[in-house]
T-cell receptor, first 114, second 115 residues
């Protein structure tokens, strides 16, 4: 069975500092990996994805993520955090074969402190 | 491009009542998902449609939940009868199936409160 782990319920970072939100996964076969952001009372918004190719992927709002196959990780990063980045972040994995079942992590609340 | 539409946005019912949610995916998206998101948790897949066929409903509580997508476009999710533990946000998402790495697009969700 595939799974996603987001080990931190909450991450606090000062505005202007770099941020990292961690994600590890387990899936049979090659993974498709995604990050989504959720603001209060809103649906999930797509940030970025890894399908194949370069291990460093760039996405919306200055976010990027690094795929590490040996560590089965896909950590979300941003060089300089903004207060407006404060939100709930979800990592998701999709099996590249079959019906492409999607599994989401439990989410990490990012709090950027002014 | 219009996004995924859901209605209603909020619903309050008493336990043992029934409720239905509606979703209109992005035009041309053949794959449609319904998720349940309980406060403080990640979205849990309830059912996945490919056009009007079900491809995964392994986590749908079939004794009380049902979903349909009769014409391969709009979808409805029904709960009958509702229980207290069904209080959650119900999210609909759609995906363009051509291109296996395509991301999902989510609607704003329906917040259900069961009293």
């Amino acid at each position: 069975a595939q799974s996603v782990a987001q080990p931190e319920d909450q991450v606090n970072v000062a505005e202007g500092n770099p941020l990292t939100v961690k994600c590890t996964y387990s899936v049979s076969g090659n993974p498709y990996l995604f990050w989504y952001v959720q603001y209060p009372n809103r649906g999930l918004q797509f940030l970025l994805k890894y399908i194949t190719g370069d291990n460093l992927v760039k996405g919306s709002y200055g976010f990027e993520a690094e795929f590490n196959k040996s560590q089965t990780s896909f950590h979300l990063k941003k060089p300089s955090a903004l207060v407006s980045d404060s939100a709930l972040y979800f990592c998701a994995v999709r099996d590249s074969g079959g019906y492409q079942k999607v599994t989401f992590g439990t989410g990490t609340k990012l709090q950027v402190i002014p | 491009e219009a996004g995924v539409a859901q209605s209603p946005r909020y619903k309050i019912i008493e336990k043992r009542q029934s409720v239905a949610f509606w979703c209109n995916p992005i035009s041309g998206h053949a794959t449609l998902y319904w998720y349940q998101q309980i406060l403080g948790q990640g979205p849990k897949l309830l059912i996945q449609f490919q056009n009007n066929g079900v491809v995964d409903d392994s986590q749908l509580p079939k004794d009380r939940f049902s979903a349909e997508r009769l014409k391969g476009v709009d979808s409805t999710l029904k709960i009958q009868p509702a229980k207290l533990e069904d209080s959650a946000v119900y999210l609909c998402a759609s995906r363009q199936t051509s291109g296996r790495g395509n991301e999902q697009f989510f609607g704003p969700g329906t917040r259900l409160t069961v009293l």
